[in-house]
């Protein structure tokens, strides 16, 4: 099995994974701490898709701060493909938590301007927690793309 | 390079094919025959990716069919690799569309009310577009996972 990028196991991979776990909780973090973010369920559902997308990238963080530190080898089949699996799920479905948010995000802001009415509403937090959420996304799917590439090679 | 079901050229290949096709312009028909869909950006941009959606299956449907008419080989690097572009541009344009529509969907029929009192609103028919849009979505993305496992795999 080749040894890419980002591929498991390697400081580049670590990188990628702790990018995705930061970039994931601190969508979490601003959004829970916005204002209204509670009455929509797409927000609530971008806080339970990066949560999940916190906890596998930790999980993989910590697998890889292991196979450094012991000199592991984690290019086995097995391995890679719970990896890709894994993967390609957080990825969906932090994508889609990430779109859903932001198109009601555009309802409120230009298409209806409850934004400017509704003092209640962060607006200006939830777009940041919007923004980090694409930023985890676009991590979690170069790490999908590398671990595919991974087990399609062998 | 091998040939999996779905790769270009082959009859399932065309198959997946017609079928991102078909789904993607029922979606927009639903969606552009439906009332008040117009006010919202989500349901829009909806209209525009799978505007995308069917111009580029309907394209590399016709090239299957030239393909299996004359008996061409299309598993080159160069077409595959442009296939894998294309087709992973589409299909996450197309699942961010549906997202954010069914994000929007959600908030108007559970958060707000806003079907049930708007009667201008024809929350059905946005809900099948929407339907067809991830069945659209689903189609593409397996397409787009066996060109990059047919691109990795040479």
């Keep these: 099995m080749k040894r ?3 591929s498991p196991g390697r400081k ?3 990188i990628l994974r702790i990018g995705q776990c930061m970039s994931a909780a601190v969508s979490i973090g601003v959004m829970a701490s916005a204002h209204g973010f509670s009455s929509t369920t797409a927000f609530c559902y971008l806080i339970a898709s990066m949560g999940l997308q916190v906890l596998w990238s930790f999980g993989l963080m910590c697998l890889d701060i292991h196979a450094l530190r012991f000199n592991k080898d984690l290019h086995t089949n097995i391995i890679v493909s719970l990896f890709v699996v894994g993967d390609w799920v957080t990825a969906t479905l932090s994508l889609a938590a ?3 948010s932001a198109g009601v995000m555009v309802l409120f802001v230009t298409d209806t301007n409850i934004c400017k009415s509704d003092l209640n509403l962060s607006c200006n937090m ?3 927690s ?3 959420a694409f930023a ?3 991590l979690l799917a170069l790490s999908s793309y590398i671990m595919f590439w991974l087990v399609a090679s062998i």
């Design 4 to 6: 890419l990028f980002g």
């Design 12 to 14: 580049s991979g670590l």
């Design 98 to 100: 990430a779109s859903s």
């Design 126 to 128: 939830i777009q940041i």
């Design 130 to 132: 919007i923004a980090f």
């Design 136 to 138: 985890s996304w676009f």
